[in-house]
Structure formats: structure tokens, C-alpha cells
């Protein structure tokens, strides 16, 4: 994200055909200038598409809204008290990240 691209770490190559390279890309809210809108509508299609696909609850199991684990991804989710996940979710959503 933008500590990255501020510290000036690049991936190498170009981020168009017409030779727009990733170095010439600033960081911050500048970049969203300098993107081509191709990259942009890719990007909102990329993250449409999660949405639409991956970022939902197959199963019907989910303990909590949010809970995307469909029975696969668990990270020893279920080894918490339940007074651990509680403080889990709630530092989660104090951290602005649900």
C-alpha cells in the first residue's frame, strides 16, 4: 500500500501498453490521476467480482457476519474460548476493519 509506495518500492515493468512505467506512478491520491482508466475499471471489476464470488457465505455457517471461512480457511479459529473471539472481532472492528 502507500508506506510501500512511498518508500519508493516499485514492481518493474509497465503498467500500460503505452509505456507508463510503475515508477512514474506517484503514490497517495496522486496516483488515481495517473492511472490509466482501463487499470481503474479493472481494478473495481477485480474487486466487483470478489464481492459477487468469493467474499460470501457459501455454507451458510458463518458464526458472525463477516465470517467468510466456508468450512475451508479456519487459522485455529475454533481452538478460542468464546470470550476470545469475542475480543477478537471486537479489536477487528475497532480497528475500522468490518
Same mark, same amino acid.
Given at each position: /500500500?502507500?508506506?510501500?509506495? @512511498?518508500?519508493?518500492?516499485?514492481?518493474? %515493468?509497465?503498467?500500460? &501498453?503505452? #509505456?507508463?512505467?510503475?515508477?512514474?506512478?506517484?503514490?497517495?491520491?496522486?496516483?488515481?490521476?495517473?492511472?490509466?482508466?482501463?487499470?481503474?475499471?479493472?481494478?473495481?471489476?477485480?474487486? /466487483?467480482?470478489?464481492?459477487? @464470488?468469493?467474499?460470501?457465505?457459501?455454507? %451458510?455457517?458463518?458464526? &458472525?457476519? #463477516?465470517?467468510?471461512?466456508?468450512?475451508?480457511?479456519?487459522?485455529?479459529?475454533?481452538?478460542?474460548?468464546?470470550?476470545?473471539?469475542?475480543?477478537?472481532?471486537?479489536?477487528?472492528?475497532?480497528?475500522?476493519?468490518?
Amino acid at each position: /500500500g502507500h508506506i510501500v509506495t @512511498t518508500a519508493a518500492i516499485r514492481l518493474p %515493468g509497465n503498467i500500460d &501498453f503505452e #509505456g507508463t512505467s510503475f515508477a512514474s506512478i506517484p503514490s497517495g491520491l496522486k496516483a488515481a490521476e495517473v492511472i490509466p482508466l482501463a487499470g481503474i475499471a479493472q481494478m473495481v471489476a477485480f474487486v /466487483g467480482w470478489l464481492e459477487l @464470488t468469493v467474499m460470501k457465505d457459501v455454507t %451458510g455457517d458463518g458464526e &458472525f457476519p #463477516g465470517d467468510f471461512r466456508n468450512g475451508a480457511l479456519d487459522f485455529g479459529w475454533n481452538t478460542f474460548s468464546e470470550e476470545q473471539k469475542l475480543s477478537k472481532r471486537a479489536i477487528e472492528l475497532n480497528n475500522g476493519r468490518a
